[in-house]
C-alpha cells in the first residue's frame, strides 16, 4: 500500500516561512507528478504547486514568487518552501502524488492533511 504522510505545518506569522515536507513510501515502481493542494473550509480543494518526476514546476497565481515546490526522487520526498506567508494562505495542505505501485498500474494518491495557520 502506497502512503503519502505530510509534516511542517503549525502557526506563523503573517511575513513568515514554512516548509512542508511529504514522504511517500510502499511498494512504489514509480512516481510522476507530485504536488501539493490546499483546502478551507466550505471551499473546494485548490492547487497550489506541482512538479514533475525531472523537476518542472507549476504554481498557482496566488503563490508564485512566494512558494517554491522541489523534490528529491531518491528519498521520494516532495517539499514546499513558503516564504512572506499571508493569512489567506491559512489552510489544510494536501500532498498528492501520481504513483505506480508494484504490480498495478497508475494511482493518484493523497496524504492525510498539515494545517497551516497564519495569523498574529
Known amino acids: 500500500q502506497v502512503q503519502l504522510v505530510e509534516s511542517g505545518g503549525g502557526l506563523v506569522q503573517p511575513g513568515g516561512s514554512l516548509r512542508l515536507s511529504c514522504a511517500a513510501s510502499?511498494?512504489?515502481?514509480?512516481?510522476?507528478?507530485m504536488g501539493w493542494y490546499r483546502q478551507v473550509p466550505g471551499k473546494e480543494r485548490e492547487l497550489v504547486a506541482t512538479?514533475?518526476?525531472?523537476?518542472?514546476?507549476k504554481y498557482a497565481d496566488s503563490v508564485k514568487g512566494r512558494f517554491t515546490c522541489s523534490r528529491d526522487n531518491a528519498k521520494k520526498m516532495v517539499y514546499l518552501q513558503m516564504n512572506s506567508l499571508k493569512p489567506e494562505d491559512t489552510a489544510v495542505y494536501y500532498c498528492?502524488?501520481?504513483?505506480?505501485?508494484?504490480?498495478?498500474?497508475?494511482?493518484?494518491?493523497w496524504g492525510q492533511g498539515t494545517l497551516v495557520t497564519v495569523s498574529s
Open positions: 512538479i514533475t518526476s525531472v523537476g518542472s514546476t
Open positions: 498528492n502524488a501520481d504513483v505506480k505501485p508494484v504490480g498495478k498500474g497508475y494511482v493518484e494518491v
Open positions: 510502499g511498494s512504489i515502481v514509480r512516481l510522476n507528478d
